[in-house]
């Protein structure tokens, strides 16, 4: 193969990309290359670009991917789930990947924590093979990825954020054991928590609570299962707790999830719970994440607080399911809101930033 393909390549934190050509070799026998359809911007894209967060540069951001299959490599016979994969068939695939021996993997159960793990979106683009991101015409799918061949009824716009925001959401919302008749708080209306309000919607959940800043995001919340929601900048601390309390009788709720990035906001969701209640942090991805509990109500509250990065292959598989079992009940394809060549990515992750969008999509 001699042919080359065009890549958004972010040099520098805050700097603006830029358009790139690199070369397009043949895929190895445990490899596949795919032609990028669409990539959306995720908030740790955007943390990433502004410096939040370390990450390889010159590199291409961008994990979460889907595309047609351009080449396939002469070992890669199956998807996870067992599906004949050909080229022309369109696959989306897990964030990371991990090739080799394993301790977390093969004793835990927990790839997704595998020393040597490497995800998609944050390698060097001068490396082999170039294309390991997202907002590119092309990239590499290669060992250690768990790859899912899509139906064709579904379209990109409900596809691409299956791999990382639904993924994701899938494993909070395990981790969290929602059950039927269980009252959630969901902090933060971004996707992953629309994506956490339906989850829970449909896993049972009797109340599920909103909170959020952005007027509509706190609408939207609304169509994705949020029995009620609350703008947490037009009230105060105290305030707001007894609302939610109130919303969740007799004692509160059982369940609350962190999924909007700011530390201070968990001892706070922690004084809406029940005793006895879970609380999953998912949004706090940046280091130097910091807050203050007093040891002591944990204790005395019988509270239970678990973390969760990245997901489990299996998490991908269920959250396909969980978007073909449920796109007729939420309008999944409605988050998507906008779209922009691979020229405007600078304008996609302005508006990203600043939330004038929900999820900017890119379409080389």
Request: glycine content about 10%; overall charge negative; charged content about 25%.
């Amino acid at each position: 193969m001699s042919r080359k393909g065009r890549a958004a390549v972010y040099d520098a934190p805050n700097e603006p990309f830029v358009i790139r050509e690199y070369p397009l070799r043949d895929v190895k026998p445990d490899e596949v290359l795919v032609r990028v359809t669409m990539s959306t911007v995720c908030r740790s894209d955007i943390h990433s670009y502004h410096g939040h967060r370390p990450n390889p540069c010159p590199g291409i951001l961008g994990h979460e991917i889907v595309g047609v299959i351009d080449q396939l490599g002469k070992n890669i016979v199956h998807d996870m789930r067992g599906d004949k994969l050909a080229v022309g068939d369109r696959v989306t695939w897990t964030e990371f990947f991990q090739h080799g021996e394993s301790y977390y993997r093969d004793v835990h159960d927990m790839p997704q924590k595998s020393p040597g793990l490497r995800k998609y979106g944050h390698d060097l683009v001068a490396d082999d093979p170039h294309f390991l991101g997202g907002f590119a015409e092309y990239c590499y799918i290669l060992p250690g990825t768990g790859i899912l061949k899509l139906p064709k009824e579904l379209s990109d716009e409900e596809a691409t954020p299956l791999n990382c925001g639904v993924a994701t959401m899938i494993s909070v919302t395990e981790a969290a054991e929602i059950d039927i008749g269980d009252a959630v708080v969901v902090q933060g209306l971004g996707l992953l928590g629309l994506y956490g309000c339906a989850i829970a919607k449909a896993r049972g959940a009797r109340r599920v609570i909103g909170l959020d800043t952005v007027p509509d995001r706190l609408k939207m919340a609304h169509k994705f299962g949020a029995d009620v929601t609350f703008d947490v900048s037009k009230m105060n601390e105290k305030d707001l707790i007894k609302a939610v309390r109130g919303e969740c009788p007799p004692d509160g709720a059982d369940v609350g999830i962190e999924v909007c990035g700011y530390p201070d906001v968990v001892p706070v969701g922690l004084r809406m719970l029940r005793i006895g209640g879970r609380y999953v942090i998912g949004g706090l991805v940046n280091p130097k994440s910091t807050f203050t509990l007093d040891g002591n109500d944990v204790l005395r509250g019988w509270l239970s607080i678990r973390g969760v990065h990245n997901y489990h292959p299996r998490h991908l598989i269920q959250a396909l399911d969980f978007v073909m079992a449920n796109r007729d009940r939420f309008p999944f394809r409605e988050m998507v809101d906008s779209k922009f060549s691979l020229e405007q990515l600078d304008e996609a992750f302005a508006k990203a930033s600043d939330r004038t969008v929900l999820r900017a999509a890119i379409v080389p």
